[in-house]
C-alpha cells in the first residue's frame, strides 16, 4: 500500500470544515481549564489502552483506514509511532504557546514532515505520559490571558496561546483515536 508524502495535508473538505467550523465553535465552547482537563482526559485513555500490550506490539506498524484530521501519510504508524509524534508535536505546541503569552513573535517555522516520529523506540508510553505531565503542569501555572500575538498552524488558522491549547486537545484526541485504530488492526492480525 502506498502512503501519501508527509506534510501534504488533508483533503480541502475536511481543511475547510475544520477551518470555518470547528476552530470557531471550540473558540467559544472552550476555556482554559475545560481543554485541560480534556487533554488529561485523552492522556489517561491513551495510557489505559496502551499500558498492558506487549512491546513487539507497541512497535508494529499497521495500516489503518482513512481517519479524520490524520493525513495520508500518518496511516501506517506503530503506537509507538504516534506516542513519538504527540511527543514531538507536544513540543512543539508548547514552545509557540510560551512565546505567545509572553506576547513575542514565534521565529520559527512549523512544518507537518518535522513533526513526524523518527525512532520507533521503547518505552514511548513513559516518555509520553513524563511530557504531559510536564505540559500539564506549564499550563496550570500559566497566566490564563489570551495573547495578541499568534502563529498560523501549516494546515489552518492563525491561532493565539489559548487556541494552540485547546489544538493540544484536539490534537491529542485525534491521535488517541487512531492508537484505537491501530489495536484494532493488530487484534485482527494476530486473529
Not at 22 to 44: G, S
Amino acid at each position: 500500500m502506498k502512503f501519501g508524502k508527509a506534510g501534504a495535508g488533508l483533503p480541502e473538505v475536511e481543511r475547510s470544515f475544520i477551518r470555518t467550523i470547528l476552530v470557531p465553535a471550540v473558540r467559544v465552547l472552550f476555556t482554559w481549564n475545560i481543554a485541560r482537563i480534556l487533554i488529561k482526559r485523552e492522556v489517561n485513555i491513551i495510557n489505559k489502552l496502551v499500558t498492558n500490550i506487549p512491546q513487539d506490539k507497541l512497535q508494529q506498524k499497521m495500516a489503518i483506514d482513512r481517519t479524520f484530521a490524520i493525513e495520508d501519510n500518518s496511516r501506517q504508524f506503530s503506537v509507538n509511532e504516534v506516542l513519538e509524534h504527540l511527543i514531538i508535536a507536544g513540543g512543539v505546541v508548547k514552545d509557540v504557546i510560551d512565546t505567545l503569552s509572553k506576547e513575542q513573535d514565534v521565529k520559527f517555522d512549523i512544518k507537518i514532515e518535522d513533526v513526524k516520529p523518527k525512532d520507533n523506540r521503547t518505552n514511548q508510553l513513559k516518555e509520553f505520559l513524563k511530557f504531559y505531565n510536564s505540559y500539564d503542569e506549564f499550563i496550570k501555572q500559566l497566566p490564563k490571558k489570551q495573547s495578541k500575538k499568534t502563529k498560523a498552524h501549516p494546515w489552518f488558522v492563525r491561532f493565539n496561546n489559548f487556541d494552540w491549547n485547546i489544538f493540544m486537545f484536539m490534537h491529542t484526541f485525534i491521535h488517541r483515536r487512531q492508537i484505537q485504530a491501530i489495536i484494532y488492526e493488530l487484534k485482527k492480525d494476530s486473529k
